[in-house]
T-cell receptor, first 111, second 113 residues
């Protein structure tokens, strides 16, 4: 699986959009970009994934650059409950494939 | 659906004792994953099964660790004998082979004294 690079930490004001970047310059053509988050003392939680088109669901939006070497996860209106570690993972699609977690970005949402 | 169920939630044991962690995947899921999380090493995959068959156990630290999946609805991770460096949070996750999402349990926090 391709390696990803994320900032160690970010801060965001409550109610504002949180934009979390991820670099994955060695991504292969059949690899998807996945985002998970881990709220303190809980198991990781799936957020969203995509191949090359931008994706949106009830939790977030995923913007993937045209060359697919980087992406941005957008939480449109961050709340205090969005404070968590966010992991960007690149892997081949399919439920039978493992996830390789990096160090992620610690997002702190403040009043 | 109750989600992925792990037991116990917390385990405190003494060095040298056997520890067994349990996981019940989401019904209908046929892939199961065991992860370990520590401050030093982060989240790392230990082993995973597809259709009850171990596919990749390269993350299992040593022979003291073993995992089984006797049927589609149950898996165990055993440490024998346990050591203080095994102290960590152990997560189990499941997914369908056709799906793209892994669902994680709440984890078992293991402390080996």
């Amino acid at each position: 699986d391709a390696k990803t690079t994320q900032p160690t930490s970010m801060d965001c004001a409550e109610g504002r959009a949180a934009n979390l970047p991820c670099n994955h310059s060695t991504i292969s053509g059949n690899e998807y970009v996945y985002w998970y988050r881990q709220i303190h003392s809980q198991g990781p939680q799936y957020i969203i994934h995509g191949l090359k088109n931008n994706e949106t669901n009830e939790m977030a939006s995923l913007i993937i650059t045209e060359d697919r070497k980087s992406s941005t996860l957008i939480l449109p209106h961050a709340t205090l409950r969005d404070t968590a570690v966010y992991y960007c993972i690149v892997r081949v699609a399919g439920g039978g494939n493992k996830l390789t977690f990096g160090t992620g970005t610690q997002l702190k949402v403040e009043l | 659906d109750a989600g992925v169920i792990q037991s116990p939630r917390h385990e405190v044991t003494e060095m040298g004792q056997e520890v067994t962690l349990r996981c019940k995947p989401i019904s209908g899921h046929n892939s199961l994953f065991w992860y370990r999380q520590t401050m030093m090493r982060g989240l790392e995959l230990l082993i995973y099964f597809n259709n009850n068959v171990p596919i990749d156990d390269s993350g299992m630290p040593e022979d003291r660790f073993s995992a089984k999946m006797p049927n589609a609805s149950f898996s165990t991770l055993k440490i024998q004998p346990s050591e203080p460096r095994d102290s960590a949070v152990y997560f189990c996750a499941s997914s369908s082979l056709q799906g793209n999402i892994q669902y994680f349990g709440a984890g078992t926090r293991l402390s080996v004294l």
